[in-house]
């Protein structure tokens, strides 16, 4: 026989269930919530996740070589900078250097940590499969990081 509270439960595990399948279904906006870019080229960050890969490669083919470009972001503490070194091979990325621009010191350990941890998350992906969202902590430095990597990409071409 079956009590209210064993159909409660019954209901409750088919909604999760019904909800996890419709959550799976959704197009993911990961990568385009990330980062938001304004017309003066700032950006602002809003992901929360490690490490977001595009869904579709624009698989353009890249020179190999090292290519350098500074991005930047919107902090709490107002416009802020980053400075990205990526060095290609085989269109994939074989090494990674940030040089941080940091306006106070918040800035300058999240930059930090976001220095810190970047290599461990893109070298050896390939260069249109990367979109960072947070490293070490740090989110909104990524806002920056991709912008420059965008800038990277076409010079790369």
């Known amino acids: 026989m079956t009590t209210p509270l064993h159909k409660s439960i019954l209901v409750g595990a088919a909604g ?6 419709v959550a799976a279904c959704a197009p993911s906006t990961q990568a385009s919530a990330a980062q938001s870019s304004t017309p003066q080229g700032t950006s602002t960050q809003a992901g929360a996740g490690k490490l977001a890969t595009t869904g579709s490669s624009s698989s353009g083919s890249y020179k ?4 350098s ?3 930047s972001y919107t902090s709490p503490n107002g416009q802020e900078t980053v400075g990205v070194q990526l060095t290609l091979s085989g269109g994939s990325i074989s090494g990674v ?3 941080v621009h940091p306006s106070n010191p918040n800035t300058k350990k999240f930059q930090g940590e976001f220095k810190d941890g970047i290599a461990a998350q893109i070298v050896g992906k390939k260069l249109d499969d990367i979109n960072v969202s947070k490293v070490a902590g740090s989110s909104l430095t990524s806002g920056g990081f991709n912008q420059a990597v965008e800038t990277i990409k076409s010079e790369a071409k």
């Open 97 to 99: 250097d940030i040089t």
């Open 16 to 21: 999760l269930t019904l909800a996890g399948s």
């Open 69 to 71: 470009a500074d991005g």
């Open 64 to 67: 190999d070589g090292t290519y």
